[in-house]
Structures are given as structure tokens and as C-alpha cells.
């Protein structure tokens, strides 16, 4: 029996794009389904001025395939030397969408991230006024906290001293892990957002650590206990406007991956659709994910859901390749596990 399924073609609200070979490579498997990303500044050095945002845009417009459409929607990177002016300037020229906050160290290539958020309140105060949305990684870094805790104590160390003392700044809780930050999300306003990654709809941490260790699917920040993917799954699947896709697809070679100090990231980018049809369906919740995936972003981003549609298809069970071939090496694309009977229909 076969059964589709038809939404608003999806935005991809934090995305990995990287740059050079990788970028080629891995473009074409994000625009094949979606239509825009919030496209991550981490690379090295990062993407902090206006100006290396629209340098970055033309080298992804650049190495789009012929045919293909997609909209980068950019992002600067928070150092604690950044300008406020040229944030207004390139978010009034329409380059910017969002600043991206990592508290240094917190994960890959965030060494310039911030140590001090004194250092910053020009620039996040000049964002609350410009309506200039704030991606967070939201994780501390001391030493001292728990890897697993390090979310939840973001969140009242961090998130919530700067929402106050920042009123009308607007904030998206990026990849949120735990039931904590689902809590802390669904108790804020319009301004607060958060994004959910497919990885975590699927996997806790005993897919990393039983059995052997995994390294795809060590990603940051990494898979809490059972009952915090169980939390993800609810606010994912509840159509609430503060819940919305961001893959947070982060290619890394193969090489890189099985490691003695591996990298954090899963690639996700060629087969999130079919895997949130598989687990959107099985909290009986299909009819939303077109809200999830496609229409609760683009609303708190303020912008028109996109014109055209894609079409998922269940039938027989649908593999999907298990890496693809990069100039930079192979990468690994995320295996949920189990088979999956989801399919694009291009
Ligand atoms: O797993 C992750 N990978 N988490 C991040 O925050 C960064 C990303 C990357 O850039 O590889
Ligand atoms: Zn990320």
C-alpha cells in the first residue's frame, strides 16, 4: 500500500554548509529538499563582518548545481569585537538573518566565540531593536558541569540572565536536547524559538555508548537519556509555533569521525525528510509536519512560507545511500537504525 504526503517545500533552520569541496559536495543533498537554511558561520576562520557573510553567500550560490534553487539565508558569528554597526548594517541590507552566539569552546571550530557576555550587550541590544534574532548554542563550557548537565545549566546561568536583562531581544534555542530546554522554550514568548534536530527525534545516548562506541552519532550537543528524546518528540510533533526543523546537518570525513578525538556533528542532510516522516508518523502526528518542517520557521524568521511543495511516498522500505563521496573525504550519513519506508518524490 502506498500513502504520500504533500507540505510546503521545508527550510532547514541550522545548517552546516562548510566551505570549499565539502560545500560542493553537500549542498546539493540540502537544496534537493529544502528551499532555504540558516546557514552556520563556524567555519575557520569564522564568518563574523557583513562583508565575509556576502563573500560566503556567493561561494554557496557559487557551487549550487545548475537547476538547483536554494536560498542561503546567512549568519554573522559573535566574537566579542563585534561591530554593532556593521550587524545592522548587513541585517538592514536583507544579507542577515541571524547572529549565531557559541560560548567559547563549547564546540567545533568556536574558539572566537564569547568568554565574557559583557563584552556583547552592544551588540545583542542592538539587535533587540532591530528584531535581529540570536541563534544560541546553549551549553556551558566550565569544566566543571557535567557534559550531560551542560544545556540545562546554560539555561539558568546564561539564557535567562541575558533575556533579561536583553527585553525584546529574539532568541532561537538552537538543537535543543533535553526536557529542560523543551520546558524553558514552551514557557517564552513570540520571541523565543526553538530548533530541534532530526538526530534527536531518533537517537539517546545509548545508541552512542551501548554496544560499542559510535562515533556518528556523537554530535553536539550529545544525546541525553531516554525520557529527554521522549520530551523533543512531544514538542516536535505538538505543531507549536515555537518548535521548528533545524538539522544542524554537520559534515565531517570519515576520517575525522573515527577518531581517538573524534569530531562532533551527524550528517543528516540527504535523508532528514524520509526519517521525519518515519517519526512523525509514528507519534501519529503526519499532519504536522509541514508546521515543524516547513511554516513554524519561516514564521518566527519572518518570512513568507515558500511557494512550491514536496512530496513524501511510503511504499516498500527506501535505502538511502550510506555515505557520500566528498573532495574532502567520505562522509557518513546518519542510520537511524531501522529501515525506512519514506521516500522524496523528486
Ligand atoms: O555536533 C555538532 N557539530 N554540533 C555543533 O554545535 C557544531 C557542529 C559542527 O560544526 O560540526
Ligand atoms: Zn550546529
Redesign the pocket.
Known amino acids: 500500500m502506498t500513502q504520500t504526503l504533500t507540505l510546503r517545500r521545508p527550510d532547514d533552520m541550522h545548517l ?1 554548509l562548510r566551505d570549499g569541496a565539502m560545500l560542493a559536495a553537500v549542498l546539493p543533498e540540502s537544496a534537493r529538499h529544502f528551499a532555504r537554511a540558516i546557514v ?1 558561520p ?1 567555519l575557520v576562520p569564522p564568518v563574523v563582518t557583513g562583508a565575509e557573510a556576502a563573500a560566503y553567500r556567493d561561494r554557496i550560490l557559487a557551487a549550487l548545481p545548475e537547476g538547483m534553487a536554494f536560498e542561503p539565508l546567512m549568519t554573522l558569528y559573535l566574537t566579542e569585537a563585534t561591530d554593532p554597526a556593521d550587524v545592522a548594517a548587513a541585517h538592514a541590507s536583507g544579507l542577515v538573518k541571524a547572529v549565531k552566539l557559541y560560548p567559547a569552546g563549547a ?3 568556536s574558539a572566537s566565540g564569547v568568554r565574557d557576555f559583557q563584552k556583547v550587550r552592544a551588540v545583542l541590544e542592538t539587535m533587540a531593536e532591530i528584531g535581529l534574532p540570536l541563534c544560541v ?1 546553549g551549553e556551558v563550557t566550565d569544566p566543571a558541569v557535567d557534559i550531560f548537565d551542560r544545556e540545562a545549566v546554560f539555561i539558568d546561568r546564561v539564557l535567562d540572565p541575558i533575556r533579561r536583562a536583553t527585553p525584546g531581544l529574539r532568541v532561537v534555542m538552537e538543537h535543543i536536547t533535553t526536557e529542560e530546554g523543551v520546558d524553558y522554550a514552551r514557557a517564552g514568548g513570540d520571541d523565543l524559538g526553538a530548533t530541534i534536530t532530526t538526530h534527536h527525534l531518533i537517537i539517546n545516548r545509548n545508541h552512542i555508548l551501548a554496544g560499542g562506541i559510535r562515533p556518528h552519532y556523537y ?2 550537543p550529545v544525546a541525553k537519556r531516554e525520557r529527554h528524546r521522549l520530551a523533543l518528540r512531544a514538542a516536535a510533533t505538538s505543531g507549536q509555533a515555537r518548535f521548528f526543523l533545524g538539522t ?1 546537518s ?1 559534515p ?1 570525513p570519515d576520517h575525522l569521525k573515527e577518531h581517538a578525538c573524534g ?3 551527524c550528517f543528516t542532510a540527504t535523508n532528514t525528510m524520509p526519517l521525519l516522516a518515519h517519526v512523525f508518523e509514528e507519534e501519529g502526528a503526519l499532519d504536522r509536519l509541514e508546521a515543524f518542517a516547513a511554516l513554524n520557521g519561516a514564521a518566527f524568521y519572518r518570512l513568507p512560507p515558500n511557494p512550491g511543495t514536496l512530496t513524501l511516498m511510503k511504499g516498500d522500505a527506501a535505502p538511502f545511500p550510506a555515505k557520500i563521496e566528498t573532495g574532502a573525504g567520505p562522509v557518513t550519513v546518519f542510520d537511524p537504525g531501522f529501515p525506512v519506508h519514506w521516500k522524496v518524490l523528486d
Open positions: 552546516h552556520m563556524n564546540t567545533t571550530n548554542h554530535c553536539l544542524d554537520a565531517h569530531c562532533a556533528g
